[in-house]
T-cell receptor
Framework: DAGITQSPRHKVTETGTPVTLRCHQT?????MYWYRQDPGHGLRLIHY???????DKGEVSDGYSVSRSKTEDFLLTLESATSSQTSVYFC???????????FGEGSRLTVL | AQSVAQPEDQVNVAEGNPLTVKCTYS??????LFWYVQYPNRGLQFLLK??????LVKGSYGFEAEFNKSQTSFHLKKPSALVSDSALYFC?????????????FGRGTSLIVHP
């Protein structure tokens, strides 16, 4: 299995509080992604990174920010969590060349 | 633009019978095509991919997929289903010529294999 670790795996928080999810990889891959998975919507891309300090928005980026200060870490921040951000969040990294993705185990976030 | 469709939300099959999970795609150039599987409370796992060459691609756990360029399809198949194959399956596509390395995922198909 690809070396991808997400933390925390479960979190319950209240509306309006900041939340940071961490993704750590040991594969030294250049590309990293954050997705959210919701029933009826499949996987939706939030943000992605193509290198240290190089990030870009996905299709559902509103309310989220990311940072990548090291190759191995990609952080997803909810500045002020809302109930609509209750979801399961997946980090992924890209394999070389053809770009198959390898996913972490997910972080389940509940915003009350 | 690239897109992928999985026309069935759910597929039901009896154990031991062949299974097919359908996927169609749209790209401007040539596609990279992928299948992933997700077991309950787990992340997605890469199953197989089509890059070029043989239209029949073999992957993990006895799964295979057939690339059909004329029908723009990449259906996932297995000759004999197991109860343990029950999971959520995602198809994904990436345009080889589009310059983007971001894949587009389908909405997923729930496969239920009955004993």
């Amino acid at each position: 299995d690809a070396g991808i670790t997400q933390s925390p795996r479960h979190k319950v928080t209240e509306t309006g509080t900041p939340v940071t999810l961490r993704c750590h990889q040991t594969e030294n891959h250049r590309y990293m992604y954050w997705y959210r998975q919701d029933p009826g919507h499949g996987l939706r891309l939030i943000h992605y990174s193509y290198g240290v300090k190089d990030t870009d928005k996905g299709e559902v980026s509103d309310g989220y920010s990311v940072s990548r200060s090291k190759t191995e870490d990609f952080l997803l921040t909810l500045e002020s969590a809302t109930s609509s951000q209750t979801s399961v969040y997946f980090c992924a990294i890209s394999g070389p060349n053809t770009g198959e993705l390898f996913f972490g185990e997910g972080s389940r976030l509940t915003v009350l | 633009a690239q897109s992928v469709a999985q026309p069935e939300d759910q597929v039901n099959v009896a154990e031991g019978n062949p299974l097919t999970v359908k996927c169609t795609y749209s790209v401007s150039g040539n596609p990279y095509l992928f299948w992933y599987v997700q077991y309950p409370n787990r992340g997605l796992q890469f199953l197989l991919k089509y890059i070029t060459g043989d239209n029949l691609v073999k992957g993990s756990y006895g799964f295979e997929a057939e690339f059909n360029k004329s029908q723009t399809s990449f259906h996932l198949k297995k000759p004999s289903a197991l109860v343990s194959d029950s999971a959520l399956y995602f198809c994904a596509v990436r345009d080889q010529s589009g310059g983007s390395y971001i894949p587009t995922f389908g909405r997923g198909t729930s496969l239920i294999v009955h004993p």
